[in-house]
């Protein structure tokens, strides 16, 4: 299908690849993210589209707002497309350098993006979806709705703003998200300040018809909102984070690693003990030098820009592919599929605080 750019495209725009579908209706841009059978994951060359279409939209008076989606029932977005970025490092190429610079300045777009956006998180919003998505001004879940920044799982830190958005959660909870990589499910999104509306799924044709109808009043995001308002609701009963939070704001603010799964493994209070075992047995699976590098990118987040966290996520990275856990995390869970990756250090009891100190050096947290 060719996409429809809008009334003026650019000639470049005529015809995206079919990865990113984009269209304007009644002054709105869609942008579908169209590899469903892929989770709709994300490669370089879909971030290179959304931030081209983007960019063409931002001067272009006859879009109003944007529309971000992904195709299919399953994903809003899995994530970046990490198996290409794990062949580009394993034969010597540049694409995972090149990646995650044009991704995060993807992510910044929308975050500072001038006209509203309006992003639809049905089914799985993992990693990379999350940075497309919290910029976004109006973000929607439904009860498919899985959220996540997972990538201790695999070896790494959550990135795409992560360092920003997760420590700025109430509490503790997002370094309890960050450090873990749990999933979370609508309630706990809108608790979390992570999503803003909630609507069923069955509802989302009948809101894309109600925007193809919409009369603009007042300004963009106000008739957005008010649309949203009649469909929508902002919270959701019986939030799971809500009754654990004492819990999670005294484990979770813990100096480090080690002392949170101690700590997690003596709870003996009968309605946390099965959660802090469960969590401690989660804590273990992951990379310990994930999980330590990621508490402490984490904690200096808080007091960075959201430049500056997208500044060291990147110098993070820089080193990752090679002194990191990435690698290995991706061979035994996604190539080898034998899931005993062998972490360095292998446990948090040998982790060295100097190595995970050492990925933070030079880093010039004013940013200049």
Not at 50 to 72: C, E, F, K, P, T
Not at 83 to 92: E, H, I, T
Not at 237 to 251: E, G, V
Not at 314 to 340: C, M, N, Y
Request: net charge negative; glycine share 8%.
């Amino acid at each position: 299908m060719t996409a429809q750019a809008s009334s003026r495209r650019t000639p470049s725009m005529d015809a995206i690849p079919n990865d990113v579908l984009a269209e304007v209706r009644n002054h709105i841009g869609h942008l579908t993210l169209n590899r469903p059978a892929g989770l709709n994951a994300i490669t370089l060359d879909m971030v290179r589209l959304l931030q081209q279409q983007l960019d063409a939209w931002a001067s272009d008076a006859d879009v109003h707002a944007v529309v971000l989606r992904g195709a299919g029932e399953k994903a809003f977005c899995a994530g970046g497309d990490i198996r290409s970025l794990y062949d580009s490092y394993k034969s010597g190429d540049t694409l995972h350098e090149d990646f995650f610079v044009e991704e995060y300045a993807l992510d910044l777009t929308i975050h500072h993006y001038r006209k509203p956006v309006l992003a639809l998180m049905d089914g799985f919003v993992l990693g990379g979806g999350m940075g497309l998505v919290q910029g976004a001004d109006l973000r929607v879940v439904t009860e498919k709705s899985r959220l996540a920044m997972p990538e201790v799982a695999i070896g790494y830190f959550p990135d795409v703003g992560g360092s920003y958005f997760l420590p700025r959660i109430p509490g503790e909870l997002g370094i309890y998200l960050g450090v873990s990589g749990v999933q979370i499910r609508a309630a706990d999104a809108l608790y979390c300040g992570l999503a803003d509306w909630y609507l069923d799924s069955s509802k989302l044709a009948l809101l894309d018809e109600k925007l193809d109808q919409m009369e603009w009043q007042d300004t963009p995001l106000k008739s957005l909102q008010n649309l949203l308002a009649k469909h929508a609701v902002q919270t959701l009963p019986d939030a799971p984070l809500q009754a654990l939070r004492p819990a999670i704001d005294h484990f979770f603010a813990l100096p480090d690693v080690p002392s949170m799964i101690e700590q997690l493994r003596a709870v003996t209070v009968a309605d946390s003990h099965e959660w802090a075992v469960t969590t401690a047995d989660l804590l273990e699976t992951r990379s310990p030098l994930a999980m330590a590098v990621t508490l402490e990118m984490l904690r200096r987040g808080r007091h960075l820009s959201l430049e500056n966290c997208f500044a060291l996520e990147l110098h993070l990275d820089r080193q990752w592919f090679a002194r990191g856990d990435l690698i290995e995390g991706v061979r035994a869970l996604l190539i080898d599929k034998d899931k005993s990756p062998r972490w360095n250090p292998p446990t948090v009891a040998e982790l060295d605080a100097a190595q995970v100190a050492s990925f933070f050096h030079g880093f010039d947290e004013s940013g200049s």
